[in-house]
Structures are given as structure tokens and as C-alpha cells.
């Protein structure tokens, strides 16, 4: 995580809630007085009215640049969360469009703001509210085996989709990339993405923190974007960005908290 974010998490856990919303101190906290355009027509925010699953929740977003502008940066906050920023993507070749979604983990009911900052400096902005169940799932045990979690750490299955919402192992995603058209990454990764906040429930001592820290995307041979994680991620986290129409080839390559590094590799057929 950066140390913005980090900075940020402690602000946030050892600072009194506010009343009615933390977001004015984050938003301090990451922009100062930089302004925000609120409600950007330019930024779509897709979240469920109400988490099923507040260990992982799907949550994305959609962002059209300005005409004239590119995005560069797009930030991804869950206001109530022990760490709100979720996920940073920076992209390394800006886009006049980028749409992507993630699996996450929630702490309780939250508003949640996505922010995208385009090469002109302007900072576009959507928020929603969303409702959980109340699981607390940053602090809950894990959900999978200790042991074959760390067995398969860092264990990535790449896959070129048609479009950000198609499933990965479907008759037409398998076409759409012998075909070369493909417009999203699908990565699937295996983590177990320990918050640091959840109790061994054998030792009873807390599971040090253990999360994905960057993300590398190398489209054809090119940086395409690095994505910051936080423990917001869920376990497993399962990340889809879209990508420049007429990609050949992916990589990917992963470090978490610990120093771990590891990589995987896609492509269409014939390359």
C-alpha cells in the first residue's frame, strides 16, 4: 500500500467517527483543496443496493474521459472501511476510456466514491451508499485453509474476455479471442489477503497483515497499468479491466506485503 493509504487507515482508525460521514477528512486527506467534480456524468459507480456477501463484493466502475482528456488515475474508496482506499489504478498509457471490477470486502454499511483524474488535472467524482449485512468482514476469520492458501500464493489464471461482464470460461469469450476481439482482462488470483484485524481462532493472536500490493498490467509488451491494493480486497481477489481493442498478449505480475513476487502470462492464439 502507499503510504498516502496507510497514513490514511491510521487517520481513520485511531480518530473519532464522524456522525455523518467520513468522507469530507478523506477527501482532505488524499486531495487537500484540489476540487472534485461531484456526480460526474463522465463516472459510473456499479455497486449492489445491498452486499449478499460482504467478505466479497463485486464493486466497478465506468469512466468516459471529457472529449480532449484522458484518465489516468482512478481511485476507488469505501469510506467505512478500517483502510477506505480500496484500489488505485494508475494507468501508464491513459485511456480515453477504462471500465473495471473487483472483489472486495466490506466492514459495514458504507458510502463509497469513485474518483478519476484525467490528464488535464481535472478530478471527476461518483459516490453511492451501500448496505451490508453486518458481517465485519475485515476482521473475520478467513474463509479458506491457511495451509493451501500460502500453497498457492500468488497463483494467477489470466483470461481475455469480449466484454468486462462475460464469463471467463464461456463458448463465446473462447471465440471472441481467436477471433482478436477481446476488450478486458480477467485475473484471478490466489490470496489470502490477510487484513491483520482477524483473530487465529486456534492461537488467538491476530494473523499478521498479508495483502496484494501492486498489480502489473503489460499489454503487448507495454506497461498498461499498476493497480495499489489495500486489505479491502477480498480473499482471492478477482480484478477485470478493460483493455485496448486489438491486444495480443498479457502480463501480469503480482507483489504482496511479504515481498512476494509472481507472474503470469496470457495470449491470443497464433501469438
Known sequence: MTRLALALAAAMLSGPALAQSTWPDIQSALYGDAPLVVQSAHVSLDAPYRATDDARTVLG?????PPGQKITTVTLVIDENPAPVA??????????????????????????HLVALTDAGERHMAEAFLK????????????????????NLGEMELAFLPDLTAPSKSVNTRLAALSGKVHALDVDISHPSHSGLAMDQISLLFTPLRVVDELEINLD?????????????????????????????ANVTLRDTDGTTTSARTSLAAY
Do not use: K, W
Open 132 to 151: 451490508t449485512s453486518g458481517q465485519g468482514a475485515c476482521a473475520a476469520p478467513p474463509g479458506t485453509d491457511p495451509v493451501a492458501a500460502l500453497a
Open 221 to 249: 509488451n507495454a506497461p498498461y497499468l499498476t493497480m495499489t491494493g489495500s486489505i479491502s480486497l477480498s480473499e482471492n481477489p478477482r480484478l477485470r479491466v478493460s483493455i485496448p481493442t486489438g491486444t495480443t498478449t
Open 87 to 112: 484500489a488505485e489504478f494508475h494507468l501508464a498509457a491513459p485511456q480515453a476510456e477504462f471500465a473495471f471490477s473487483l472483489t472486495t470486502r466490506l466492514n459495514g454499511q458504507t458510502p463509497l
Open 61 to 65: 466502475g465506468h469512466i468516459v474521459a
